[in-house]
């Protein structure tokens, strides 16, 4: 058997495994059953082809079933997140400081990213600001990511546009 063959039956195996999980997180539920259903008749076929290989073959097919692991597991998410749409992130984003805090929103704004702010108290009772930065696109997330330092505490939350 080609191992060219191999490294495409091990490839679609890996993808339609990582795509099932892909899926399973997403909550498409009956997409990721076919392709973990899919990917499992694929493994059938590389185990068969690994068990009647002749010996000195098994090497190097065990090689390519690695590569095509490595790229199976990688190509489908990259994919799947050019394809998918821009949603709304929200950063909730606390400052170490007021000033600091006041800083980034300025900015923010400067750039034309929606923000509300909110005066916090920290644990030491020191006022500062919390500020919730909207993103729509990927672009404006990779903006307000960029403009977060160590300074700062943030989570992202997602939203629906």
């Not at 729509?136 to 990511?145: D, G, L, N, P, T």
């Amino acid at each position: 058997m080609s191992f060219i063959i191999v490294f495409i039956m091990k490839f679609l195996d890996c993808s339609l495994g990582t795509l099932k999980t892909v899926f399973l997180v997403k909550d498409k539920f009956f997409l990721s059953s076919v392709f973990n259903s899919l990917s499992a008749i694929m493994f059938i076929f590389v185990a068969d082809i690994m068990a009647n290989a002749p010996h000195e073959d098994k090497f190097i097919i065990a090689l390519i079933i690695f590569a095509a692991n490595m790229i199976g597991g990688y190509l489908p998410p990259k994919m799947i997140m050019r394809l998918e749409e821009d949603k709304l992130f929200i950063y909730v984003i606390t400052s170490n400081s007021f000033e600091s805090g006041t800083e980034l929103a300025d900015k923010l704004r400067e750039l034309n990213i929606a923000v509300s702010t909110t005066i916090v108290y920290d644990s030491q009772l020191n006022k500062t600001i919390t500020c919730k930065a909207h993103s729509i696109s990927k672009k404006e997330s990779a903006i307000i990511e960029s403009l977060l330092t160590d300074d700062y505490k943030w989570h992202i939350i997602i939203g629906a546009l």
